[in-house]
Structures are given as structure tokens and as C-alpha cells.
């Protein structure tokens, strides 16, 4: 089938190459996922910038690179279990089923949950789980994690994410105001957790009981 987008979504790998993404499994993820099949089709015209694109419900996709470096930075394999907080329209989903084992996708807002089921199924996406619930306390049920990634931005670390990293695990969350944040990582060694920052960053607000006060998830 000829790929209408196979020239945008180039550019689009050598852009992130451009801004320092070396890990070839994790551009190779990115070529292998089409970001236009994950949105609406009002902003199919942008679906290989990057930059952030909204998808409904106040939210975004977020900036291609930025999801590139948090992969990059988690340095994910594919033994690794990993929890995804923020689904969104799937598609930094089904780029993470690409490089772990087995990935498990929080979303508070049941109609973006819907849809990005309803896209990884299409794409016989099989390695995903995906619920409908407070990302800020997580999924215990799964746990523990190698790798907790966090696409939306809390006031402070919550505490039963940090509870739900394995031995050796890794974290990334925004942490800090509404308009500002730090991309910090966090590693579990030896029961003990190290923090780094990675590079400043600005996301929405992480919503839930351990994040910012607002609305209840939509179950």
C-alpha cells in the first residue's frame, strides 16, 4: 500500500536524530509506528511535526522527540514490563510495545482510552493493556515495573509510583508548576532512589489523587 506520509515521517526520524536520539531501536520503533493512523483526522496535517498536536479533551500528543527521549532515556528492553501513565491517542503506546514486553497504559479520560484501544487493536497492537483510572496511584495489580513513564506533569513525585518500580527500575516524570517543569528520571537500586534531571519541559497537568486536584477520572 503506498504511504502517503513515508517522506514526512523521514523527516521527521532525521529531525529527532538532529536532536540527539542515537538509539537506533528506539528510531527504528518510530518508523515502524505511524503517527497519522493515531489521530483525528482534523490534525492529519501535522502529524509529522514536532511538536505537540492536540487530540481532544484539552490534550496533546506529545512532541515526537520528547517521546523519543524519554524511550532514549529509559533505555528499554524487551524483556521489560512498563507502565505508561497517560495513553492519549495510543500512539507513544504502541511505540513502547515495540521495544518492551509488555506494556500497561493508564488513561483517565474514558473516550481517549476507548479510541486508542480501538487503534491498537486495529494494529493487532496484542502486548498492551489499557485501563481507565487515576494515573497518579498507578496499577498495582501488574506491578512492579522496569520502566514508568509519566506524560503529564506533577507537583511531586507520587508515592505509590515510586512503590510500584522493580529493583532496578526506572522513572520519568515532569515535576514541578503548571507551566514549568523538570524531566527527572528516577532509579530504584538497592531499595534506595537516585534522581536526575534530564532537561526542562512544559506538559499538562498530571490530574488525580497524588497530582494536581481535578476532575475524577471519566469511568
Not at 44 to 60: C, K, M, N, S, W
Not at 161 to 179: C, N, S, T, W, Y
Not at 192 to 217: D, H, I
Request: hydrophobic letters at 45%; aromatic letters at 6%; charged letters at 25%.
Amino acid at each position: 500500500m503506498n504511504d502517503r506520509f513515508a517522506g514526512q515521517r523521514r523527516a521527521l526520524i532525521n529531525t529527532m536524530q538532529e536532536r540527539g536520539i542515537r538509539d537506533l531501536n528506539v528510531l527504528r520503533a518510530f518508523d515502524a509506528v505511524h503517527r497519522h493512523e493515531f489521530l483525528p483526522a482534523s490534525v492529519l496535517h501535522r502529524a509529522y511535526e514536532d511538536a505537540p498536536v492536540p487530540i481532544g479533551f484539552g490534550q496533546t500528543a506529545s512532541q515526537p522527540s520528547l517521546q523519543a527521549l524519554y524511550m532514549q532515556v529509559l533505555n528499554l528492553k524487551p524483556s521489560d514490563r512498563v507502565l505508561e501513565i497517560g495513553t492519549g491517542c495510543g500512539f507513544q503506546t504502541a511505540v513502547l510495545a515495540q521495544l518492551a514486553d509488555r506494556v500497561y497504559s493508564v488513561e483517565r479520560i474514558r473516550d481517549l482510552a476507548v479510541r486508542a484501544r480501538e487503534r491498537l487493536d486495529a494494529l493487532r497492537v496484542s502486548n498492551v493493556a489499557v485501563l481507565v483510572g487515576d494515573g497518579t496511584i498507578g496499577w498495582s495489580k501488574f506491578a512492579p515495573y522496569d520502566a514508568i513513564l509519566v506524560a503529564a506533569a506533577a507537583p511531586d513525585v507520587p508515592g505509590p509510583l515510586l512503590d510500584q518500580m522493580a529493583e532496578g527500575g526506572r522513572l520519568l516524570i515532569p515535576v514541578g508548576g503548571r507551566d514549568m517543569q523538570r524531566l527527572v528520571c528516577i532509579r530504584r537500586a538497592d531499595g534506595r532512589y537516585t534522581e536526575e534531571e534530564v532537561t526542562a519541559c512544559t506538559f499538562v497537568p498530571l490530574l488525580g489523587r497524588f497530582g494536581w486536584e481535578g476532575e475524577a477520572p471519566r469511568a
